[in-house]
């Protein structure tokens, strides 16, 4: 696996955020991010302690997601970083897409904190830290594992 630096925007969103993603789409409302062009890191970052941008934050198994997938993909998102296989049908519209599939090396959360520079939340407040949050990252480290 080819190891990457990621710098820019990704946004985080885990299994109950992906879940709304998808009741939008499919209802036609307008989310409060774009996704086309969008990475999305199947994470959910720890408050964050004094002093700090971010809290501890790691990769959730991708696979949770994958019934969610394929609408996002479909709906142009183009980079997915998580920890994990993903199902052939995912591994498919991946390809189709020309997307990206990143493994984030789970088990560093707390170094990978240090990657980030900025975090917002964007939406879904309630969800806690399964809330939609905006990160700016640099020298983020990742391995491509599909393409």
């Known amino acids: ?16 955020a992906h879940k709304r993603i998808v009741e939008f789409i499919e ?3 307008e989310l409060p991010f774009r996704l086309k062009d969008a990475a ?7 408050p964050a302690k004094p002093n700090s941008v971010c809290g501890a934050i790691g990769p959730t198994t991708s696979s949770r997601m994958d019934r969610y997938t394929p609408i996002l993909l479909d709906n142009g998102v183009k980079v997915l970083i998580g920890k994990g296989e993903r199902s052939k049908e995912v591994r498919s519209s991946i390809l189709k897409h020309n997307a990206l599939y990143l493994v984030a090396v789970g088990g560093a ?14 939406c879904w407040e309630d969800l806690g830290t399964e809330a939609i949050h ?9 391995y491509v594992s599909v393409i």
């Open 40 to 46: 999305i890191f199947y994470a959910g970052p720890t």
């Open 1 to 16: 696996m080819d190891k990457v630096l990621l710098t820019g925007t990704i946004y985080t969103a885990r299994d109950q």
């Open 134 to 142: 905006r990160l700016e990252v640099k020298d983020f480290p990742c």
């Open 109 to 122: 959360a707390a170094l990978l904190s240090k990657c980030i520079i900025s975090c917002e939340v964007v």
């Open 27 to 29: 209802t036609g409302k």
